[in-house]
């Protein structure tokens, strides 16, 4: 390894970049982090998860959405909400993470590289410094690329960032819109139709598919779409989009979308959320002896190697799950094992949040899995409204089901809709993880009044239903 500059480089500082640089460090090793933005953090700090996800909290606390149902369907915090008011919170927030990521990576020895990197050999990276320096030629033992991805765009759609824009714009947005129309209902369409619904606009979903986010299970997808139709929301399923055009008409433009169905949808912005491509077209995966996939994505085995061993990837450029969370672990593992490092974790029951208003959150199988690998579970319910805590804070939506094997009793998925559906889906995480039985959330005290207690009721109407 003496005769490489560094140990380790890593390409790209969002979550599975920035873990897998200060493993490295941890483990004693030259370790370097290059990023082309002015900034560390990724997507996830600087336009994916932390931005939407400040941005949705804002919306939910001025619009007055979780006390609606207390103070009457008209009660807000603040009328007239700008899209200022909600920067304000968001931009507040971003430069924190940003803060506590740069400091972790430094207080760690990792080399902090401003520059963009680009393949010479599976060895060697080419350094475009930021700064217009000039070039570096840079040698590393290992490299892990950890690039992640860009919001997907079609050439022959007119985007200009204000009327027609993608996710990575949507903090640049000078205005909220009256009408918004959402072109792709994947978890961020969903996301941010649902964010924008809460503020009072009038927002259409449109779909090729027949149902929202089909990998979630249908009972809790039933209860989002009437929660989001509830919300005046119109959602277009089954519909192909044939053209976006924009009709300029100074302050008062449109967008209208052709349907392939004939159906035409005319609102002031829209949305274009169809996924997201693999940020490897400027690398020059060839030098290093890779190519990526015709969506830009890498392929890596087990331990997040690529075809050439020394030349590792991890996050949202090896493709699914595509999760901030799961993006850190990715990055860590990598590391390890670049060095020899055992290193455990248990992929198979990382919880999936979608924060969609109503938030949903999951962990294990879901009832159509379950059904369709012939499995004998039975299902407990609990709702937020039937238990204390739901009524004090004002949720009477929420809904948590367990999922049993009906023999050994064994939990096999947790599927939780409601206020702190994320949060509390690690309960029965962790229960899992340790191969716990429905008898566990029986023979438990929990605080009171928790809407952990969901828990405890679900679990009592499951073994209720065992007796018939
Ligand atoms: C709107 C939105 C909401 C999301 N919400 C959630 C959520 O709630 N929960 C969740 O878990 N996940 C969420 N995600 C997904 C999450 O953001 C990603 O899973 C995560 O950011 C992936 O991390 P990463 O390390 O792969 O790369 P990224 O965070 O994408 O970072 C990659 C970095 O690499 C840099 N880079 C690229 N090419 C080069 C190069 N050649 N040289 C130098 N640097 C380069 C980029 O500038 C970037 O900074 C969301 C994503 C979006 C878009």
Redesign the pocket.
Same mark, same amino acid.
């Given at each position: 390894m003496a005769d490489y500059d560094y140990d380790m480089l890593v390409? =790209?500082?969002?979550? +599975?970049?920035q873990r897998a640089a200060i493993r490295a460090a941890k483990l004693g090793k030259r370790s370097g982090l290059?990023?082309?933005?002015a900034v560390v953090?990724?997507?996830?700090i600087?336009?994916?998860?932390i931005p939407?996800?400040t941005l949705r909290e804002a919306v939910i606390y001025l619009s007055g959405y979780r006390l609606r149902s207390i103070y009457g369907e008209s009660y807000t915090v603040k009328q007239n909400i700008t899209m200022d008011d909600l920067l304000f919170r968001t931009d507040y927030v971003v430069r924190h993470e940003i803060d506590v990521t740069r400091h972790q990576v430094q207080r760690n020895g990792v080399e902090l590289i401003n520059?963009? +990197?680009?393949f010479v050999d599976p060895h060697t990276l080419r350094l475009a410094m930021v700064d217009h320096s000039g070039e570096r030629i840079a040698t590393a033992a290992n490299i892990l690329i +950890?690039?992640?991805?860009e919001?997907t765009r079609d050439p022959k759609i007119p985007f200009d960032g204000q009327n027609v824009f993608v996710?990575?714009d949507v903090l640049s947005l000078k205005k909220l819109p009256r009408t918004l129309a959402v072109i792709g209902a994947g978890v961020?369409g969903c996301?941010y139709a649902s964010i924008f619904a809460t503020l009072g606009v009038r927002v259409t979903l449109i779909d090729r598919a027949h149902r929202l986010l089909p990998f979630v299970d249908a009972e809790v997808i039933e209860a989002l779409d009437y929660h989001l139709r509830e919300s005046r929301m119109t959602l277009r399923f089954g519909e192909t989009v044939s053209g976006v055009e924009l009709v300029p008409n100074g302050a008062d433009s449109r967008v209208k979308i052709h349907l392939a169905s004939g159906k035409e949808i005319v609102a002031e912005k829209a949305l274009y959320s169809i996924g997201?491509t693999g +940020?490897t077209a400027?690398?020059n995966l060839a030098a290093a002896g890779l190519k990526a996939d015709d969506r830009g994505r890498i392929k890596v085995n087990e331990h997040f190697q690529t075809e050439v061993p020394n030349v590792y990837a991890? =996050?949202?450029?090896i493709g699914f799950p595509?999760?901030?969370?799961t993006?850190l672990e990715q990055?860590r593992l990598a590391a390890c094992y670049a060095f020899g490092i055992e290193a455990k974790s248990t992929p198979e029951l990382f919880p999936y949040?979608i924060?969609t208003i109503p938030e949903i959150s999951y962990v294990g199988k879901n009832e159509e899995e379950l059904t369709a690998a012939n499995v004998p579970y039975e299902s407990g319910k609990a709702s937020y409204r039937e238990i204390a805590r739901g009524q004090i804070i004002g949720d009477n939506i929420g809904m948590l089901k367990l999922l049993f094997h009906r023999e050994t009793r064994e939990i096999l998925g947790v599927h939780i809709i409601g206020e702190s559906a994320s949060e509390l889906v690690h309960i029965g995480q962790a229960v899992m993880s340790l191969n716990g039985t429905i008898d566990y959330f029986v023979n438990t005290v929990f605080n009171y009044p928790t809407l952990a207690e969901c828990y405890k009721n679900a679990a009592l109407d499951g073994v209720n239903r065992l007796c018939g």
């Open positions: 390409i =790209g500082s969002g979550p +599975a970049g290059i990023e082309r933005k953090g990724g997507i996830c600087n336009l994916g998860t939407s996800k520059a963009e +990197a680009s +950890a690039v992640g991805t919001a996710s990575d961020i996301e997201r +940020a400027r690398l991890a =996050g949202d450029v595509s999760l901030a969370s993006s990055g949040g924060y």
